[in-house]
């Protein structure tokens, strides 16, 4: 696991952690600002998402604060991790202003007393607290025959929890929407300053397609490490030859070429760990899910192309789901030609000869890529029924030395002549 650590904390380290983070709250303020900045969205929905987050801080809904502003967030279809992250303005350090402007405020609407610390009365966590321990005796009385008694949960909704979420209304909207209005032109004006320092996908996809390139691949990934969504917009708009969008099996992914409806799509497994996709999918495992995932795709007018090892089960069970494409994966083959095991090497390559075979027959598309260079190329085009190769990283390394034009060209006629 990537993010697992290898030392437990103890639970005090735990404690100390949140009222005092690593590095200071200053620190913590500036990583969630870094983060709100490079998000992958427009800067719209990422503000819209800090105007959930913002807003939330002022609700009494202690411990659901992630789960109400992700609810607000997909409500204005704003950028639910932006709202996640913007809940951290609500923290040990303002809980308390937060809970006395948002009380003193409710009560004044409502036209009841409030009731200050410092006159007698308990603090806002103690009667939360106070409210929690409540509410966990009735549910255990409930199962133990014990006596049950409502009567302290309802004097706190009256006189914290509703003046609370009513009072919180107001300043909640306040701080959020200048949140909005403040957050949206700096990440605006972040996002256009960072383009610059960027390679630009649309212009290497415009190169390729004049160097002779059939069509273009670009994989948006669920953590978008590489591309972006805007990249897959402007990719389309520019381009007049055909889009392959390779994509996880996920619901968001799904919606985005609903939207987008891309010439192909590709179904790619996907792992956070991994720093590309390394193998093919396990149809065969899923195979209902997979079904009734691609058919609205399909409806769309979406080729669906199924990423695959070269497996006569994973290709039956493609071409049972109705998937019009596979794309047979040639890393193992490339890989045992780098690490010079030319038997193991030749025997992968028979593998996906008779592969490509039995997809044909099937009446399945065939492809083929992963891994692919000058080198390994050329068997791999020469199978007769493999009518496209989707080569990527290759390219763009080679085109450090050559030109990514020339890579282009250098491999198209390798492939062209492996062909004839």
Request: with cysteine; glycine share 8%; aromatic share 10%.
């Amino acid at each position: 696991m990537v993010f697992k650590r290898r030392d437990r904390r103890s639970l005090i380290d735990i404690l100390m952690r949140f009222f005092w983070p690593k590095g200071g709250w200053k620190r913590a303020f500036h990583y969630v600002q870094y983060r709100l900045r490079r998000l992958p969205d427009s800067s719209q929905k990422i503000s819209r998402g800090i105007w959930a987050g913002l807003f939330t801080t002022f609700t009494p809904f202690y411990g659901l604060h992630f789960i109400t502003a992700a609810i607000i967030a997909r409500l204005l279809k704003g950028n639910i991790l932006a709202a996640l992250l913007a809940t951290f303005f609500g923290n040990p350090l303002t809980y308390v202003p937060i809970g006395v402007i948002s009380l003193k405020t409710g009560h004044f609407f409502l036209g009841t007393d409030y009731v200050p610390t410092e006159e007698g009365g308990k603090s806002i966590l103690e009667k939360f607290l106070d409210a929690g321990a409540d509410l966990q005796q009735n549910i255990l009385a409930s199962f133990n025959s014990g006596e049950t008694d409502w009567s302290r949960l309802e004097i706190f909704y009256r006189e914290v929890f509703f003046p609370y979420m009513i009072g919180g209304i107001l300043p909640g909207l306040i701080l959020a929407s200048l949140g909005y209005y403040l957050s949206e032109p700096i990440i605006r004006a972040y996002q256009n300053r960072r383009k610059g320092f960027l390679p630009d996908p649309v212009r290497a996809a415009l190169i390729s397609q004049e160097a002779g390139a059939d069509g273009i691949t670009a994989h948006l990934r669920e953590d978008r490490r590489h591309i972006v969504d805007q990249d897959i917009a402007s990719i389309i708009e520019a381009i007049n030859i055909p889009l392959n969008f390779e994509m996880a099996a996920t619901d968001e992914m799904q919606k985005i070429a609903l939207n987008h409806t891309p010439h192909a799509v590709c179904i790619v497994p996907e792992k956070r760990e991994e720093r590309t996709t390394e193998g093919g999918l396990d149809v065969v495992k899923d195979e209902y899910n997979l079904a009734q995932y691609i058919t609205p795709l399909r409806e769309k007018g979406c080729r669906v192309s199924i990423f695959l090892a070269a497996d006569e089960k994973q290709i039956r069970a493609a071409s049972r789901i109705g998937a019009q494409v596979v794309e047979l994966h040639t890393g193992a083959y490339c890989d045992l030609h780098y690490e010079k095991k030319f038997e193991e090497r030749n025997a992968e390559l028979s593998r996906l000869t008779e592969m490509a075979s039995l997809a044909h027959s099937l009446g399945l598309e065939v492809h083929a890529g992963h891994g692919l260079t000058f080198e390994t190329v050329s068997p791999i085009a020469e199978l007769p029924e493999v009518v496209e190769l989707n080569i990527g990283h290759f390219l763009i390394g080679e085109s450090i030395f050559l030109g990514l034009r020339e890579a282009i060209i250098k491999m198209r006629e390798l492939m062209d002549k492996a062909r004839l």
